[in-house]
């Protein structure tokens, strides 16, 4: 272990400040997550659901870089270790506002009706006010869109937030209800002033230890000194197994405010987008250049998830059915790893080796990926699941098609929740190539990539059922693009 006591950059020890109090983390073991911190200093309106991210009772808003300046973010509370917000700022439900002096999301909420039971009411609050603070949010000028409404309020706010009794019209229409923060509004003033920078932590209880290091150099050391190590950055896979299997790590290292693996640029060779930008971040910035990857975000779990969620976490965890994995190997990108010995740049094709396994050494990180250029024009991602939002796939496929004079000059496909790793389907692909983009081509590339994979029964999907959807995207993608160029 690397010590036995709780130190930060503060001489305070690590502090995180909830409402505009400052609160000492003190002792906080590193698997306590924020929500049990929370309600541990009797806050209780945000709520355990389900523990794993995908109820939205828990969310909270925390401060984060924006430019010159800072936005409210909604995240889970119930999947991040505590002691991973030292340093920072965050607002809980109790903050927004009070009875007597609601705030302008609670007043909406109440006068429309959203609320029943409550227990999702606090939850649903934050994230709904974190997108009534977005700084582009423009009401009057949004698009006809059934999931934006006139106010510029998108849906996709509350993707994350589950509500069991009252019924999602009444919620809808209080958001749809909302104005602008007013001049006065302190929330919104609090935006024109940088948000808080990572701040250099290490708590200790003697058996679990986390540490936050402020540079890569540092964090690779760490890696290299001890091997009992989990890397999280925003722990929305971690934080499950922590609440629902009781693992424990014993040293947890957060990356996900390393500079340098904050970074997002573009070379006449690739695009490459660092690994601990969120897929927020990613989206916001990338503003539609990677169409499959456009594609990929609005099915991703949900917004509260995206605010929080990396690339490299996705990646790292070498999970079968992790959503980025598919759209990636499509994208035929390549992951920058780094070492002691420095980066070496790996095909993702290659980089899982079996269930849950990977050709990451134990004192490397993904530093971030790289996806080349030129881009296929032809894209598409398919996520076959029980739920439009909020779910894990069954089934997920991306295609990424080059195509001139109707020919398929080059074709990559991403499988995912196919087989014990995300696969590229080399033989649907080689079925394709050269031939024309016509529905006697799909139909023999859609016999070939459904006899692709081990796809097993669970409780998400039959093999069998896995196999017919592998079949059917590639009749779809063919029926939607060519009638998408006949339209043009």
């Known amino acids: 272990m690397m010590g036995d006591v709780s130190t930060s950059t503060s001489a305070r020890g690590p502090q995180v400040t909830v409402n505009g109090t400052s609160r000492s983390l003190g002792q906080t073991p590193s698997y306590l997550s924020l929500l049990d911190f929370l309600r541990g200093q009797g806050l209780t309106g945000a709520k355990e659901g389900c523990a794993e991210g995908e109820c939205g009772a828990c969310s909270v808003l925390v401060a984060r870089p924006d430019g010159d300046g800072s936005a409210w973010v909604a995240l889970n509370a119930c999947l991040p270790p505590a002691v991973a917000y030292a340093g920072q700022e965050i607002v809980t439900a109790e903050g927004l506002g009070a009875p007597g002096d609601l705030h302008p999301v609670q007043e909406e909420m ?153 970074e997002l640029h573009e070379t006449g060779e690739h695009i490459e987008i660092g690994a601990a930008l969120t897929l927020s971040e990613i989206e916001q910035q990338l503003a539609g250049r990677i169409t499959l990857l456009d594609q990929l975000f609005g099915q991703f779990a949900s917004r509260l998830i995206r605010n929080a969620a990396t690339l490299g976490g996705n990646l790292g965890t070498g999970s079968p059915i992790g959503d980025a994995a598919p759209a990636l190997l499509a994208l035929d990108a390549r992951l920058v790893l780094t070492g002691p010995g420095g980066d070496r740049v790996v095909p993702i094709a290659d980089y899982f080796t079996g269930y849950r396994q990977t050709i990451r050494h134990p004192d490397e990180l993904i530093r971030s990926v790289r996806i080349p250029v030129p881009l296929a024009a032809t894209t598409a991602f398919h996520k076959i699941a029980k739920r439009r939002f909020d779910d894990i796939s069954g089934v997920a496929v991306a295609f990424a098609l080059d195509l001139q004079d109707g020919v398929v000059r080059r074709a990559r496909i991403g499988l995912g929740g196919v087989a014990a790793t995300p696969l590229r389907a080399y033989d649907a692909e080689a079925a394709l190539q050269g031939r024309p983009w016509t529905l006697d081509t799909a139909q023999e590339a859609a016999r070939v990539l459904g006899a692709t994979g081990t796809p097993l029964d669970d409780h998400r999907a039959s093999a069998r059922y896995r196999t017919a959807m592998l079949r059917t995207a590639v009749l779809k993608f063919q029926a939607q693009t060519t009638s998408e160029e006949v339209d043009a």
């Open 110 to 262: 109440a006068q429309r009706g959203g609320s029943q039971c409550g227990y999702c009411t606090p939850g649903f609050v934050c994230s709904m006010a974190a997108e009534y603070y977005r700084a582009d949010r423009a009401p009057g000028t949004a698009t006809p869109d059934p999931e934006r409404g006139p106010n510029g309020f998108d849906l996709q706010a509350l993707s994350g937030n589950l509500c069991r009794c009252t019924g999602y019209r009444p919620i809808r229409d209080a958001a749809y209800a909302l104005g602008s923060p007013g001049e006065d509004d302190p929330l919104a003033q609090r935006r024109t002033a940088p948000a808080p920078g990572a701040e250099a932590t290490r708590v200790s209880d003697g058996a679990h230890e986390f540490v936050r290091p402020t540079t890569l150099s540092e964090a690779v050391a760490l890696l290299a000194d001890d091997r009992e190590t989990r890397l999280v950055a925003g722990a929305t896979d971690w934080g499950v197994a922590a609440n629902l299997l009781m693992a424990r790590s014993p040293v947890l290292i957060a990356v996900d405010r390393l500079p340098e693996l904050r």
